[in-house]
Nanobody, 121 residues
Framework: QVQLVESGGGLVQPGGSLRLSCAASGSIFSTNAMGWYRQAPGKQRELVAAIISGGSTNYADSVKGRFTISRDNAKNTVSLQMNSLKPEDTAVYYC???????????????WGQGTQVTVSS
């Protein structure tokens, strides 16, 4: 089975920075897309940033210019560098990956358990 483990969440002041990391492990044959989602209380879960195996990226309009997503294909890891954080960035952030496991002929979605990011003075 595939496991996604997130790290790096915490409490930061407005204008500060935080770096989230996610590592996928298990019987991984290949990984297509990886990304980060977030969900604030009373809000729908939304895509924050995604990156495909070729390196192309997509960002939510609200984080463009402030967040940067990157990945290491060989290590099956993805990171999210968050700069100039705002209180409205407060949410639980979830790692997501589209992975094909060894011996299986299709891709499926996997999710981490989430990590809390709180931006407050």
């Amino acid at each position: 089975q595939v496991q996604l483990v997130e790290s790096g969440g915490g409490l930061v002041q407005p204008g500060g920075s935080l770096r989230l990391s996610c590592a996928a492990s298990g019987s991984i044959f290949s990984t297509n897309a990886m990304g980060w989602y977030r969900q604030a209380p009373g809000k729908q879960r939304e895509l924050v940033a995604a990156i495909i195996s070729g390196g192309s990226t997509n960002y939510a309009d609200s984080v463009k210019g402030r967040f940067t997503i990157s990945r290491d294909n060989a290590k099956n890891t993805v990171s999210l560098q968050m700069n100039s954080l705002k209180p409205e960035d407060t949410a639980v952030y979830y790692c997501n990956a589209v992975i094909r496991t060894t011996g299986w002929d299709s891709f499926r979605n996997y999710w981490g358990q989430g990590t809390q990011v709180t931006v407050s003075s």
